[in-house]
Nanobody, 126 residues
């Protein structure tokens, strides 16, 4: 089992920045890739970014490319999502997720992620 706990959400003005953290515990060595997803009210949960455990592969949704950066600190078992130039449309609950299956490439499909955090709210005001 892998437990994920997100933090760092909050209220920010458009154009501002936030850094989300995802602290992982348990069998983290079994994780192949780490992902961030978000869900706005009335919408499906969508892929935001992901990083492979070996740090040799990253992926971003087109809507956040160039503004968000995913990274991880292996020593701290923590995954980060640095969010810059935030827009009101970035408002959502952000979830950290872990995929324990070795794949040819990072998955964007939420169904393929085995473990999820409880989410952290990000609100961007205009």
């Amino acid at each position: 089992q892998v437990k994920l706990v997100e933090s760092g959400g909050g209220l920010v003005q458009a154009g501002g920045s936030l850094r989300l953290s995802c602290a992982a515990s348990g069998r983290t060595s079994s994780v192949y890739a780490w992902g961030w997803f978000r869900q706005a009210p009335g919408k499906e949960r969508e892929f935001v970014a992901a990083i492979r455990w070996s740090y040799d592969s990253l992926d971003y949704a087109d809507s956040v490319k160039g503004r968000f950066t995913i990274s991880r600190d292996n020593a701290k078992n923590t995954v980060y999502l640095q969010m810059n130039s935030l827009k009101p449309e970035d408002t959502a609950v952000y979830y950290c997720a872990a995929d324990s299956v070795r794949r040819i490439r990072i998955s964007r499909a939420k169904i393929e992620y085995d473990y999820w955090g409880q989410g952290t709210q990000v609100t961007v005001s205009s």
